[in-house]
């Protein structure tokens, strides 16, 4: 079983940048894509990015192509999303899941949630 823990949020001013970190426990890990979902208060949770088992494709919500990379380091079990560019509208707390499922971006075909980072954005 994966256990994911997220890291690297915080306050940053608009037009700035942010790099989140999911690590994550088992030895699968290697073995599943990678979702980032964020969930703003009043919002249900959305689909941010997705990169595949060996990082070497990657999709991403409108909202945020072009400013947003989502990579993986598998030999240290930790994916990545570095935001630039940020704007108001990202704030929001930020999960990271597994999946079998690459190419979706449906939350029920993600598990294994993380307990989320909040991440803050300044007019």
């Known amino acids: 079983q994966v256990q994911l823990v997220e890291s690297g949020g915080g306050l940053v001013q608009a037009g700035g940048s942010l790099r989140l970190s999911c690590a994550a426990s088992?030895?699968?890990?290697?073995?599943?894509?990678m979702g980032w979902f964020r969930q703003s208060p009043r919002k249900e949770r959305e689909f941010v990015a997705a990169i595949n088992w060996n990082g070497r494709s990657t999709y991403y919500a409108d909202s945020v192509k072009g400013r947003f990379t989502s990579s993986r380091d598998n030999a240290k079990n930790t994916v990545y999303l570095q935001m630039n560019s940020l704007k108001p509208d990202d704030t929001a707390v930020y999960y990271c899941?597994?999946?079998?499922?690459?190419?979706?971006?449906?939350?029920?075909?993600?598990?294994?949630w993380g307990q989320g980072t909040q991440v803050t954005v300044s007019s």
């Open positions: 899941a597994i999946t079998n499922l690459y190419g979706s971006t449906r939350e029920t075909d993600f598990g294994s």
């Open positions: 088992g030895r699968t890990f290697s073995t599943y894509a």
